[in-house]
Every structure is written in C-alpha cells, then in structure tokens.
C-alpha cells in the first residue's frame, strides 16, 4: 500500500476508534443527568452537571501536561489506555456511588485531555497541507455517527417511560462500557505512516534503528513539549483562536448535556419526553455527520471550485446556532435546565412542538461540525509541526470553558444560558475569520508569522 493509502487508512480507523469510545461516552452524557435523578438510592447524591463540570475542569487543567505524556507513550498507545478509562466511567454507572462517581469523573478528565491531544497529533501525522481538510471532515463525520447508535437505543427502549429504572439504567450502561472497550482496542491497529517509517530508519544508524529512548531523553522531550504549548498558547493567532474555541466548549455543554435535560424535563411533550433525549441526541448526529461531510470530504472542491472557504462555512455555523437559540427559546420553559424529576408544566411562547425540537437538535449539530471542522483544519495547517503542543492548546481552552458552562448550567435559567451562547458565538466567529484572512494571505504568498 502507498503511504498516502496507509495514511487514510489511519485516519479511517482512528475516526472509527472515537466513534465506538464516544458512543458511549456522548449517549451517557446526553443522559446522565436524567438517570441520575432516577436514581432511588440513599447512597448516591451525584449531580450529572456536577460530575461533567469536573471532568472538563480536570481536562483543562492536565492539557498542561499531555503533550508530554504523548510524546512519551506516543499517540497510538496514548489513545488506547485513555479509552479504557472511558469504559471505567461507563462501567460507574452500572452500580452508582457517589464517591466512585465522582472520583472516575477526575480520572476521565485525565485520559479525556490525553486522547484528544494524541488524536490531534495523529490526524497531523497522517495528514498535508492538501489533505488535513479531508481528513478532518473524515474523522469529525465518524465520530459524529456516535451520536446515533446509542440515542436511537435510548429513544425506542425509553419510549413511553416516565421514570426510568434501576434494570433500565444497567442494560444501557453494561452495553456503553463494551462499545468503549472495543474502541480503545481498535487503536492499536493504527500504523506508523510508511514515509515516516522510512525516514526515521534512513537517520539511524544500523544498530540504533531499535533503541529506546531512555529517561532523560524522555525527560527532555516532555519538557520541550510543555514549553512549546505555552509558547503556541501566547500567540496571537492563538488567543485570537481562543475565543472561536471557546465558544466551541460553551455550546458542547448545551448541546451534549443541558439541551436533552431540558426536552426531557418538558411535561407538555408528554409521555414522549424523556424518549426524546435520545431522538434529539439522533439529529444532532445527523447534524454533525451531514456538516462534517459537507465542509471536510468536500473541502478541496468547495475552495478550489467555488471559492468557499473556511469563513463562509463559520458564518454558516453561526447562522444555525442563532436560529435554533431563539427556537428553542420559543419552544422550551425557561426553567427546564433545574428542575426536578418530575418536570416543569410551564409553556415558553409556544406550545412545546416535538417538530421545533427536533430541528433545533438538526441546528445545533450542523452549526458545532461547521465550527470543529474548520478549527480541526485551521489548527493543523498553522501548527502542522507542532500539532501534539497546538491540540493540547485547543482543547485546554475548549475544556475550561465546558467545565464553566456544566457549572453554571445547574443554576441559570434558559434564557440566560441562551444569551450567553449568542454573544460567545458572535465574538467567536468574528476572532475565526480575522485569523482565516491571515492564513490566505499566506496561501496566496504573503509572508505569514505566529506573533
């Protein structure tokens, strides 16, 4: 097989990797926090925006050191003890306790920060200048089918449930810690691209093509890598960046966690309520996948044919975010996000529409694929030597920012949520397209520099 083949084989199979981990990882977020208020036990008093505003609290902070933990153990092996570790918090679930549960929410923040940074390093690795927007599109429309196969189980087994059960809770948790074990496995079948193979054993000498590189030269490339992110941390272009990434992080926390609580704590959506969690969860999917296709598969034609580049796709983004916020603030009560298990009975100004929900779901998915793939693309173009340190970057700003949205999602109201997610996204997309200007100015042959 040519390199090129091997690369995009690489890719194929690490998308496939994250679709099975996220699988279960996204379908047990998108429902933990109704689960966890139907849990009838004295020994358990967890919170799902709790649990979520710890994890990606602990996920900012350990994005610090990942690029060193990458550099040492290597993405390939990185990824695979990091999905075990998302099959842990799965497996939580199957017999909760409070202090077990929130105790796996810090280790996954951990591997959460080390898989996604040794993903970013991998998509780089097997990816140029002509194919990191193909490659990004591949990978973003695999891991968005798993938002599919586990909400469409939610959706026809809780079809009709009003509460839902202990026996319930553990068939659907049992069945997510499998499929994220099987994910994690199918890591190690990701090769070394044959060009890099090649190039590394032509600067060796014969007898040192094997060796191991020992603790201090272990020691100093942890450290280079730590020193580098900060450096990427302070540029310009990445503080500028920070802003679009932080938006990215405040509407994960909406759409991933607090927009299916609020669809299933509407009593004017009946006994269909908590079934639609998982129907939402199903066309948020479709959002993803459609966006992820569209704007990644088809990134060298749309740029070379129809001159559509990264900004216009942004826009569009935003475009969809904008209408389903002021939709779903029609459609849902505004108290929906903090209410009880038994739901609110209050009507927003319409009467809660299934039809208006579920396009809002369609909405908030195209909108978020527009704005990862384009970031995914951005970032591996400007920092393609330095893509373990830049990912870590990325993701230590889009962490934080979830972790501060879970946090306050326990407290504020609809409306104030929504408003905060319509100016973060406005800034964020005007920071994106200041910075995709520089870029093509570099494209077309102007001097280009990251200050």
Not at 75 to 94: D, P, T
Not at 162 to 191: C, E, K, P, Q
Not at 274 to 284: A, D, E, N, R, Y
Not at 410 to 437: A, C, P
């Amino acid at each position: 097989m040519t390199p090129e083949g091997t690369k995009l084989i690489n890719v194929i199979i690490l998308g496939c990797g994250f679709l099975l981990v996220f699988s279960a990882f996204q379908t047990g977020g998108n429902i933990e926090q109704t689960v966890i208020k139907s849990i009838n036990s004295t020994r358990f008093h967890g919170s799902g925006y709790t649990s979520l505003a710890i994890i990606y609290s602990v996920f900012s902070a350990s994005n610090i050191l990942t690029p060193s933990i990458v550099a040492v153990l290597g993405a390939r092996l990185s990824m695979v003890i990091s999905g075990l570790v998302y099959s842990v918090y799965s497996a939580v679930f199957i017999e909760p306790f409070t202090w077990s549960f929130y105790l796996a929410s810090v280790i996954i923040g951990i591997a959460a920060a080390v898989i996604w940074t040794a993903q970013g390093n991998c998509l780089t690795t097997n990816s140029d200048e002509n194919t990191i927007g193909r490659n990004s599109g591949i990978f973003w429309a695999l891991l968005q089918f798993s938002l599919l196969f586990g909400n469409l189980y939610i959706y026809l087994a809780w079809k009709g449930e009003t509460h839902i059960s202990d026996h319930n809770r553990r068939t659907v948790y049992i069945a997510l810690t499998v499929i994220s074990g099987v994910g994690s496995i199918l890591f190690l079948l990701i090769r070394q691209p044959v060009s890099e193979v090649s190039s590394t054993e032509q600067n060796k000498p014969d007898d040192e093509s094997d060796t191991v590189l020992g603790p201090q030269e272990q020691r100093s490339q942890a450290i280079d890598a730590i020193r580098s992110a900060i450096c990427i941390f302070f540029t310009k272009d990445m503080l500028l960046l920070s802003i679009t990434i932080t938006y990215t992080g405040v509407e994960l926390t909406f759409f991933s966690g607090v927009y299916g609580t609020c669809l299933g704590a509407t009593n004017g959506f009946g006994n269909e309520a908590k079934s639609l969690i998982g129907l939402s969860g199903i066309f948020i999917g479709v959002g993803e996948i459609i966006g992820g296709a569209t704007f990644g598969l088809l990134n060298k034609f749309l740029r070379k044919y129809l001159g559509i580049g990264r900004n216009p796709i942004v826009l569009l983004g935003l475009l969809c975010h904008i209408i389903a916020f002021y939709l779903i603030f029609l459609n849902v009560p505004g108290d929906s996000p903090i209410v009880s298990d038994e739901g609110t009975a209050r009507v927003s100004y319409l009467i809660p529409s299934k039809t208006i929900a579920m396009v809002c779901s369609f909405l908030l998915g195209l909108g978020d694929s527009c704005f990862n793939t384009q970031l995914l693309s951005i970032v591996g173009y400007m920092y393609s030597e330095e893509s373990a340190p830049a990912f870590a970057v990325f993701k230590f700003v889009q962490s934080i920012s979830a972790a501060i949205a879970f946090g306050y999602s326990n407290y504020l109201l609809l409306k104030w949520q929504l408003l905060i997610l319509g100016v973060v996204g406005l800034f964020g997309t005007i920071s994106f397209i200041l910075v995709e200007w520089k870029t093509e100015a570099h494209s077309r042959g102007f001097s280009y520099n990251r200050i």
